[in-house]
């Protein structure tokens, strides 16, 4: 499976500031996906990042506040742009797996806004 | 669209007990089905799959049947074990390589 390096780890901010959420993985990969995990709550999937052309968005969720970068087929970033305390959950990256394998996930970004 | 729905938790079990845990989808076509588990401050990671009706996914003493007839993919486990406390999430996997996941259910072993 993949290796997905995600950084940082941990963080608190201050509601109206920006950050932004790295993810490398260890192999080329045409699609990232981007998740947000809420306290308490399931997985929802905010966008599908692929290398060369806009992120595809879910219902809910829009580029100005997440945008998203993909300049390659190893990186990915994620932005929370003028956080809220709402904001506060687990964001995670993943990839598919090769092979039929199902998506892999890496440990997650846990922010605290407030 | 697309839709998973799990039983509620947290669920608490003495240890030796038998689990399940329910999960139903709703689903056009095809789709994978899967369970990942989430140890406390831990990443998601897969813990079983199945890919048509019929199939067994199993891992560590878990066990999960893709039923097809009844739109359920549960989670069994004979014997659990304190170390088992997570929580855990079923999936499905559609034919655009998207998850969707249910709400998660938090297992906690009692010794």
């Known amino acids: 499976s993949a290796v997905i390096s995600q950084k940082p780890s941990r963080d608190i901010c201050q509601r109206g500031t920006s950050l932004t959420i790295q993810c490398q993985v260890d192999?080329?990969?045409?699609?990232m996906f981007w998740y947000r995990q809420q306290p308490g709550q399931s997985l929802t999937l905010i966008a599908t990042?692929?290398?060369?052309?806009?992120?595809?968005?879910e219902s809910g969720f829009v580029i100005d506040k997440f945008p998203i970068s993909r300049p390659n087929l190893t990186f990915s970033t994620l932005t929370v742009s003028n956080m809220s305390p709402e904001d506060s959950s687990i964001y995670l990256c993943?990839?598919?797996?090769?092979?039929?394998?199902?998506?892999?996930f890496g440990d997650g970004t846990r922010l605290s806004i407030l | 669209g697309d839709s998973v729905t799990q039983m509620e938790g947290p669920v608490t079990l003495s240890e030796e007990a038998f689990l399940t845990i329910n999960c139903t989808y709703t689903?056009?076509?095809?789709?994978?089905l899967f369970w990942y588990v989430q140890y406390p401050g831990e990443g998601l990671q897969l813990l079983l799959k199945?890919?048509?009706?019929?199939d067994k996914g199993s891992n560590k003493g878990f066990e999960a049947t893709y039923r097809k007839e009844t739109t359920s993919f549960h989670l069994e486990k004979g014997s659990v074990q304190v170390s088992d406390s997570a929580v855990y999430f079923c999936?499905?996997?559609?034919?655009?390589?998207?998850?969707?996941f249910g709400q998660g259910t938090e297992l906690s072993v009692k010794p």
């Open positions: 689903a056009t076509g095809y789709p994978s």
């Open positions: 990042a692929n290398q060369g052309s806009e992120a595809t968005y």
């Open positions: 993943s990839v598919p797996g090769t092979g039929g394998k199902p998506q892999h």
């Open positions: 199945a890919t048509k009706a019929d």
């Open positions: 192999s080329q990969v045409t699609m």
């Open positions: 999936a499905l996997g559609n034919q655009g390589g998207k998850l969707i």
